[in-house]
């Protein structure tokens, strides 16, 4: 049997703004054991967290085809949780004239660009904000003002005026988002600059970046489809160079076939993957066994 070494790239599990957001959902689960709780979108992007809060009786709705507003008509009692990504103003007022009761798990870092961008339009900036179109944090920051425009590419809109605010969305690329600053500065040479890629995920790529040159043959990549920081860290493997990239959720979506040549395997994961999905596609890789595996929700949060 060919052995395959395996690369444990740190940090992994979750970053400190999903730790944060899953206990809030426990303990409003804990005060408040009899209420209909709702989760307003995926707390944080994994199906099996999601899986795991439906145990506590904590509901999901999300409608990738829906705005936080639109989806919040489907909430008329009980309690409902903003998730990490964040929530605009406007979700927060529809929600309590609804009279629900209002919990909010947003990412402290979230609420942080959130609150830098209201002061800047205060100020009278037009402000380029980088993100992702429907991305719920990129949503509840565009979706704040009309001062607000979302850039997703080298596509710059001509603003009339100099007076110009540059920012992101919190799990961009560090690579893209220093291309894209280059490319505003030409366009708006007297804009101010405010790189708000977070901690977690700075780390996360800047591990990946630092594989490049030790001879790795792929790179795995534990998360969710929905995840742009897990993806994040899919283009950040191809910018170090590793041949072969792979993201996959569980044990239980790895080809073998894509390793068949692979001598060294390093395997990173998502800021809101649990260490129990990645701990056990390293264990299967290093025993060569690619059998079915049970994934136990209970053990997810
Ligand atoms: S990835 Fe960053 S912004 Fe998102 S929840 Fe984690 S710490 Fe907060």
Redesign the pocket.
Do not use: K, L
């Given at each position: 049997m060919k052995q395959i070494q395996v690369i444990e790239v740190q940090p992994q599990g979750y970053?400190?703004?999903?730790l944060k957001a899953i206990s809030i959902a426990k303990e409003t689960r804990a005060k408040y054991p009899l209420e209909t709780i709702t989760l307003l979108g995926n707390l944080v992007h994994n199906k099996y967290v999601k899986q795991a809060l439906e145990l506590e009786n904590i509901k999901t709705i999300e409608n990738k085809n829906k705005t936080r507003l639109e989806l919040l008509d489907e909430i008329d009692q009980g309690i409902v949780i903003f998730t990490?990504h964040g929530v605009a103003p406007n979700i927060k007022e529809k929600a309590l004239k609804k009279g629900l009761k209002i919990v909010d798990a947003s990412?402290p870092?979230?609420v942080q660009t959130q609150k830098i961008i209201q002061q800047k339009i205060q100020d009278g900036y037009e402000i380029l904000y980088i993100g992702k179109y429907k991305h719920p944090e990129a949503e509840s920051i565009y979706t704040m003002d009309e001062h607000v425009h979302l850039i997703q590419d080298q596509t710059i809109p001509k603003l009339d005026t100099e007076k110009v605010f540059v920012t992101n969305q919190?799990?961009m690329s560090i690579y893209d988002i220093q291309e894209l600053f280059r490319a505003i500065k030409q366009a708006y040479p007297k804009a101010e600059f405010h790189d708000e890629i977070?901690n977690?995920?700075r780390v996360r790529q800047q591990a990946v970046l630092d594989l490049q040159g030790q001879g790795i043959d792929a790179l795995i990549v534990v998360g969710d489809p929905t995840s742009n920081?897990t993806q994040k860290l899919l283009e950040t493997g191809q910018q170090a160079q590793i041949p072969i990239g792979i993201k996959i959720q569980d044990i239980n979506e790895l080809d073998p076939n894509d390793l068949k040549d692979a001598k060294k395997v390093a395997v990173t994961s998502g800021?809101s993957t649990p260490t129990f999905l990645t701990k056990q596609i390293i264990r299967a890789i290093e025993n060569q066994d690619y059998s079915h595996h049970d994934i136990p929700i209970k053990q997810i949060l």
């Open positions: 970053c400190g703004g999903v990490a990412c870092f979230v919190t799990t977070c977690a995920t920081n800021a």
